[in-house]
């Protein structure tokens, strides 16, 4: 089985800092995604990534950026975080299997 | 546009009794369709998914469910829960062949009365 590893459970930060959040799958998978879930809106796409250097925009990805410049580690950058970035993000990878989610990081902004 | 729709919130069902959580999907395509569960504070498990062939999908723990193309359904079923299937649960479409991302619902919250 293909397994997605998020390097923080949980994080809190202030406004205004620079987030890092880490997501490493340890397969050779070219397709990794980042979803932010908040409650009754479901998961919902930040961006998505082909490829090593390659990165796409998903529904939501306003006040974030991506880097990809390995293929089994997909980061998540948060330029200056805001309270409305406090939420729950989930890093995917895609297999022949489906979709594989890491555990998920709960971010706090204060 | 494409869309998932679960139309239930929450669901609250004893211990023993049989559960359907419904799901409808409009999608311009035929398209993948998956079932995750999520328990607190955890990420999504996959619990079964439908790519091709006979439209009843068994997954694990227990739980099936059905692909009904004239309905644009997909809805998971369970025939006597436990109190440990308490938890979220999410429908999502994917394009066939595709390196798209997957569409969620908003989740259908499980509670389990003992």
């Known amino acids: 089985d293909v397994k997605v590893t998020q390097s923080s459970r949980y994080l809190v930060k202030r406004t205004g800092e620079k987030v890092f959040l880490e997501c490493v799958q340890d397969m050779d998978h070219e397709n990794m995604f980042w979803y932010r879930q908040d409650p009754g809106l479901g998961l919902r796409l930040i961006y998505f990534s082909y490829d090593v250097k390659m990165k796409e925009k998903g529904d939501i990805p306003e006040g974030y950026s991506v880097s990809r410049e390995k293929k089994e580690r997909f980061s998540l950058i948060l330029e200056s975080a805001s309270t409305n970035q406090t939420s729950m993000y989930l890093c995917?990878?895609?297999?022949?299997?489906?979709?594989?989610f890491g555990s998920g990081t709960r971010l706090t902004v204060v | 546009a494409q869309s998932v729709t679960q139309p239930d919130i929450h669901i609250t069902v004893s211990e023993g009794a049989s559960l359907e959580l419904r799901c409808n999907y409009s999608y311009g395509a035929t398209p993948y369709l998956f079932w995750y569960v999520q328990s607190p504070g955890q990420g999504l498990q996959l619990l079964l998914k439908y790519f091709s062939g006979d439209t009843l999908v068994q997954g694990i723990k227990g739980f099936e469910a059905e692909f009904k193309r004239s309905q644009s359904s997909f809805n998971l079923r369970k025939p006597s829960v436990h109190w440990s299937d308490a938890a979220e649960y999410f429908c999502a479409v994917g394009a066939r062949g595709s390196q798209g991302n997957l569409i969620f619902g908003k989740g259908t919250k499980l509670s389990v009365k003992p």
């Open positions: 995917a990878a895609h297999s022949a299997y489906g979709y594989t």
